[in-house]
């Protein structure tokens, strides 16, 4: 277990592990594995189970293109409003004496300028705007997708899936669910994916109810501004 802020990403040891200071990192039989869609392709490869990638080679590319636009687009944009909504407040609390510190840890000079903006200009920033506007898209495209089949690539639980879970599993607590609220394509899909014993075992593991409600308060207080920004780009 790594405690971001208390500085685990930013030691030597994990940096030798992971040189953007980032996480996920997977360790597996003393090889280091980065990159959250490479460690899924690995682990789908790696482990015995259920194949998590469509066997036709149709299906397999769309798949990849989901996980491409989760690693590309709905990363940093929800990034872009977790920070511009909830982390904002933790960070200036924290390190509100010496910000200019804080942003110089951080190693990628885009992330660090795109820090700088969110922290200050919260939910406001065009960051965490452009954030919104393109996770809503990827709400009409997952409607799009499951208009007729259960998961996004086809009857089957694909990468495609586990991809795009944690972004709309951030919307959902930062109680921006309303997001989907005309959209019920995402909802059946999103139910479906609750149910899923996969999604306890992940969500579950680490509870943390003091986090949940502030990531709650959080959202609910940028709400108006959220739907602002939609407005202004529908
Ligand atoms: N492309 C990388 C991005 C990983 C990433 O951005 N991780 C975030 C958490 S989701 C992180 O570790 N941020 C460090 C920080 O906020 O200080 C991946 O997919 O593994």
Redesign the pocket.
Known sequence: MLD?DAGD?LTPDYLRFNP?????TLVHDGHVV??????MAYIDHAFVGPALSPGDPLGRARMQMWMKQA?EKY?PSI?AVT?GTF?RREILEQHGDHLEAYYSD?PDPDRRAQ?RSVVEQGIRSPHARQGIVTLQQMLVDIKAAVSDQPYLCGAAYSLADASVT?FVSRLNELALDWMWADLPGVRRWWDRIRARASLDAVFGAFPNPDRIRRLREAGLEARPAVEEILLGAA
């Open positions: 971001r990403l953007n200071a980032v996480v996920p980065i990159e959250s869609l490479i460690i690693d990363l990034g920070y982390r951080i820090r944690p």
